[in-house]
């Protein structure tokens, strides 16, 4: 496999990481203390074309390659989770399995709005009682007539209070992650609302929320695939967006290596930058190598996909692997730094409370390990 970039793939990174160096990171500080990302920068996200990546030219988006982008991602990560965040869960989770099987007419009403930004996405499976377990959703739909009546609790939605529509993940007939279906809510719906805020460790700007249904009404039209069908598409919704986390992760590791190497080189101690110590030359050396191994195992994940035969296994390794590499990275950075690394308006101190969140959404390490583990089993 050739992972050479092309002149366009070139300069769809450099375009977006300009934006993220130049107009995002800048304002990470303001964001963390905020807790808000400035719509000003989601409009200019949108002017750069970055809400349409995953929806097709002809509904408005740009229809990106899994290649294309993984690249893109690669340059959210640079200024961390919580401006990336707020992409990601558009990009990824929230538009994919409307883009994937919505009908004509649900994609004519939802995915122009959502390729301009106007309206934002999310995705909701997990419930206080299914989380790693998700197909042991709750939330049920009994349909009356042409409409369904949707009754549960949501939590965890990245992005959730500010999604003009929502993908939820519902049980329409018995037990087990059969006879589950997809719904898209507005936040307009009858029986709809947003519970609790939550307050993270980490992904500030990017809030997550509590979701609730109290005979929320859903028309058939907005029923997302055939009844009972849902967990197919959500399960692929979710590995389709897993290297996505990979890529945030390998993005966020470059600028800390990028960091740590320019403070390596400027910080002195003994009468010497303390780049100079075998030390901290094997610490850069291990956050390097793992960064460059998370990079094609993502880059592998995704040209998989582009090719049509993507595997669970290369998935879940880019994504178990680029997560713990970024654990690895993001703590060494911090070492690296010593005290300063430790003081919160530093940027590495960021990226070490972001980073945490990688291992648990989208599928923990844990589960990314049984996915693997299962695979060599089965041969
Ligand atoms: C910041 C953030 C954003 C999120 N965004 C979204 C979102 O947009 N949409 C959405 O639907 N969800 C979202 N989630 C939820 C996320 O996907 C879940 O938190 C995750 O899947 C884990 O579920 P859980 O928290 O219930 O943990 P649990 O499933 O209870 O797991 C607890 C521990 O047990 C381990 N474990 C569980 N089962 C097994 C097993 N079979 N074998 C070995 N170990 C196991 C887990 O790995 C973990 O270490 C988000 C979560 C966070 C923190």
Redesign the pocket.
Known sequence: MDFELNAEERALAETVKHFIDTRVEPRMREIETRNQIPEELFKEAAELGLFGISIPEEFGGSGLSRFSRVLVHQMLGRSGFGFAGALA?HTG?GSDALVSIGTEDQKRRYLPRMASGELRA?????EPEA????GSVRTRARKLGDRYYLNGT?H?????SRAGVITVVARTGGEGSKDLSLFLVEPSFRGFRIGQLYE?MG?RGHP?AELIFEDCEVSEENRLGPEGEGWIAATKTLSGARPLVAARCVGACERLIEISTDYAKTRKQFGRAIGEFQAIQFMLADMATRTEAARWLTYHAATLADQGHPTMESISMAKLFASEALAFVADAALQIQGGSGYMADNPVNRFYRDAR?TR????????QR?IIGRRLLRG
């Open positions: 869960a989770i999310a995705f909701a499976i997990t989380g790693s377990d998700a949501k965890f939605i990245s992005g959730g993270t992904t997550v969140v648990i959404y989208e599928g923990t390490s844990e589960i049984l």
